[in-house]
């Protein structure tokens, strides 16, 4: 089989997701086109040089929807014989692109492609695709359906995981990242948003709070108690289906929980005769991929017994693994991974996470596919794996390693 390379990886920095955010005029069209040409710039491509672009984004309506992909493309530099895929894996649709052009590369389904996502969560709202999922009652009684807040204080119940532990773990998460930037970690990736006259509008993540304390998080109201024990009471729901829970401890908040955001990210596969044929030296190699279901109540489970398949498909254990992106979609999500694994903290979200630096849907599983390349580059390290929670009960996980 034809090896995967990762020649490139690209992101725009977040915006908060929200009307005062720095990126709140940007259309996701626009974003996604700018990042596009920013990879075809920074490695001398031709606009003709790749197979596709394999897109992801969460919430496909209005200016996201049309298959967002193709659009992109049209408005980028990129030639119109280049055609686009729109992709939704949830949270992981950016991983899933990587994993889809990977995988095509590897097949000998063209030479190279740019594969990532977007999300403007500030001029798309979140959920406001109306998915079956959450509204169907023929679909959400079949599966007791909560929302993901719930789903992650069922977590944070089952597992034993304390509100303190969560809030600790938010802070370290808004140190890291806060020492990240400090120091250029992210130098490499970060793509800034410059506007149509070519003046900077964005060059930083802007959800980031540093200076955030315990005591500061203790004094914030649990975000889903009242959706869960009043009403519309999912609490009733989520026991229904596990009985052996008398509660549910609601540990969640707006300081634990990952960031709503704008931002993109793009990542350059290609095979080693696209390499030769650019003058471009490969990263690393796609080792493994994989993607599971999993329970569509507890829903976020899923990086374990994904992390378990890709670790049993793939020959390895993992102590094989020098580094580990989660996604921090919820505190308990990533406390669960290390539970699970007995793996060291220190290993896992070195430059922090979603909590610290925001969660764009469709572009944060690309985002933590080139921050852990970036920071295997840093530490000398060979191998990690990034992985991700995904709505109504999905995992997906990609192992990458050095060349």
Partial sequence: M????????????????????????????ALSARLLNAVKERNGLEGHAVEDVIWGNVTQVKEQGGCLARSAVLESDLDESIPGLAINRFCASGMEAVNLAANQVRGGAGQAYIAGGVEMMGRVAMGSDGAAIAVDP??????YFVPQGISADIIATEYGFSREEADALAVESQRRAAIAWEEGRFARSIVPVRDQNGLTILDHDEYMRPGTTLEDLA??????????????????????????????????????????????????????????????????????????????????????????????????????????????????????????????????????GAIALGHPLGATGAIIIGTLLDELERQDKTVGLATLCIASGMGAATIIERV
Avoid: C, W
């Avoid at 034809?2 to 069209?29: F, M, N, Q, W």
């Avoid at 023929?138 to 599966?143: A, G, M, N, V």
């Avoid at 080792?287 to 976020?300: F, Q, V």
């Fill in 138 to 143: 023929s679909l959400t009684f079949k599966t």
């Fill in 219 to 352: 004094k914030l109201k649990a975000s889903f108690k009242e959706m869960g024990e009043t009403m519309p009471g999912f609490d009733k729901v989520a026991m229904l289906k596990y009985p052996h829970l008398d509660h549910i401890e609601h540990i969640h908040h707006a300081g634990n929980s990952s960031g709503i955001v704008d931002g993109a990210a793009a990542v350059l596969i290609g095979n080693a005769e696209f390499g030769k044929a650019h003058g471009l030296k490969p990263r690393a190699r796609i080792r493994a991929t994989a993607k599971i279901g999993t329970d569509p109540t507890i829903m976020l489970t899923g990086p374990v017994p994904v992390t378990e398949k890709i670790l049993r498909d793939s020959g390895m254990a993992i102590s094989d693994i020098d580094l580990f992106e989660v996604n921090e979609a919820f505190a308990s999500v990533v406390l669960r991974f290390m539970q699970a694994f007995q793996v060291d903290p220190g290993v896992v979200n070195v430059n922090g």
């Fill in 2 to 29: 034809t090896e995967a390379y990762i020649y490139d990886a690209a992101r725009t920095p977040r915006g908060k997701g929200r009307p005062d955010g720095s990126l709140h005029e940007v259309t996701s069209v």
